[in-house]
């Protein structure tokens, strides 16, 4: 009897964690949804201030700004990386945080001195494992980063690179591109890439007249654009994280149920069996015991 | 004329207006219908939004622009909310701290009267909030 009954509790157990794993699934899907929609959202943010600096191209002004200029010193770096508050999702933060260390090694070559920042319990209790100290650390974006809270990083980090404090900001995160393809990423987030701003197909199509009056000034107009699209794009960069976050999950959660489920019915087929057996061993045992009687 | 109001997190306002008056960065400026195409550079402060109906929304915008083409004005910003939900005593908190930052640098300083000028603008809004 004791092989079926320890069988038996196995697969209840297994039952008890599918039950778990499946919950998780459908708390990541619908979370996920609401992620994607608020990515695209932001998008159709971004895509308006592109189109605003298209303009602006085709009034022929040259997109020259201090955030856009490459720093000649270097002094000191911040890396920026977002990963997630917990775990069960996957390759999810340790491909990030892989990017992120590469990275981290080849700053800590080229700066004085780095800093990081690093949002997720996940990263930071791996990083501290690896003996890195932080700068800064948050635990309070989920699925849901707002942009208040996103702005307020933000802010901070471009006035300190406003004033010189840092010469340079990457961000490790992951992009998301597709629900099924987002990979791990480190980009360089200040200096600002134009590329994110000038690689618009139109501007260059009706390049030298543009309907628009600028007020007060194109320049003026361009002094406001570049940080707001700073800002954009680092909300975009917490969106997409939360998503590829959420995605993640909901993959290795699906995996997980299924695993769960090909080890119940096994479990079970062999759990029959072994009680098959016994009863036949019982039988055999009664009939034995008779036969000697008689 | 349509107005849209949009924000990083989403499209706060889009509807059929008749009449709309942003805060430009020097300035408050109106967009009646088949408005020329404009970009500009909002400030922060107050958007009036007169509907179809006759009504009227208040909206409080920092920074951003305003962009008019087609007869549809966008107004991007990176804040928009309802006037009354502005916060009195957040805005003073705000204005508070904007006037206690460093300005040991001309870019410091350039910083410095950037927030100061914004958390004084949110409180100027607020105020009129409460007056309303």
């Known amino acids: ?294 | 004329m349509r107005c849209v109001a949009v924000t990083p997190e989403k499209t706060v306002v889009d509807r059929e207006t008749s009449f709309v008056v942003v805060p430009l960065y020097d300035g408050e400026y109106a967009i009646g219908p088949g408005h020329s195409p404009v970009v500009g550079r909002l400030g922060a402060g107050e958007a009036r939004l007169t509907f179809e109906d006759g009504s009227v929304e208040r909206w409080y915008v920092e920074g951003g622009f305003v962009e008019t083409s087609n007869d549809v004005a966008t107004i991007l910003t990176n804040r928009a909310y309802p006037m009354a939900e502005l916060d009195l005593d957040a805005a003073k908190k705000a204005l508070e701290e904007a006037l206690k930052r460093p300005a040991s640098s001309p870019e410091a300083a350039e910083a410095k009267a950037d927030a100061v000028a914004t958390a004084r603008a949110r409180l100027r809004a607020a105020e009129k909030a409460a007056r309303l």
């Not at chain 1, 700004?65 to 010193?73: A, Y």
């Not at chain 1, 090909?262 to 015991?289: C, D, P, W």
């Open chain 1, 1 to 294: 009897m004791a092989k079926a009954r320890a069988l038996d509790k196995r697969r209840k157990s297994i039952a008890g964690i599918r039950k778990i794993t499946r919950t998780m699934e459908l708390v990541a899907t619908a979370q996920f949804r609401r992620a994607t929609e608020r990515a695209v959202a932001a998008d159709s943010y971004s895509k308006r201030i592109v189109r605003v600096v298209a303009d602006l191209a085709r009034a022929g002004l040259e997109i020259s700004h201090p955030l856009l200029d490459k720093r000649e010193s270097s002094r000191k770096a911040v890396l920026l990386v977002l990963t997630a508050n917990r775990g069960m999702c996957g390759g999810y933060n340790g491909g990030v945080l892989r990017a992120a260390l590469a990275r981290l090694e080849e700053l800590r070559r080229t700066y004085d001195e780095v800093e990081l920042y690093v949002s997720g319990k996940r990263g930071v209790s791996f990083l501290k494992y690896r003996g890195w100290e932080f700068a800064k650390v948050f635990t309070n974006f989920e699925h849901k980063p707002t942009f208040e809270e996103v702005d307020e990083v933000a802010s901070e980090l471009l006035d300190r690179y406003r004033v010189g404090e840092i010469d340079r900001l990457d961000v490790a995160y992951t992009k998301f591109v597709s629900i099924s393809k987002q990979y791990p990423l480190v980009e360089t987030a200040l200096p600002f890439a134009a590329s994110t701003a000038t690689d618009d197909e139109e501007s260059s199509e009706n390049a030298g007249e543009s309907p628009f009056e600028f007020l007060p000034s194109p320049r003026s107009v361009l002094e406001e654009i570049v940080p707001n699209a700073f800002k954009a794009k680092m909300f975009q960069c917490f969106l997409d994280a939360a998503v590829g976050e959420q995605i993640a999950r909901m993959i290795a959660m699906k995996a997980a149920t299924e695993n769960a489920d090909a080890m119940i019915s096994n479990l079970t087929r062999t759990y029959n069996r072994a009680r098959q057996a016994q009863i036949t061993n019982e039988i055999v045992e009664v009939v034995g015991g008779a036969n000697a009687l008689s």
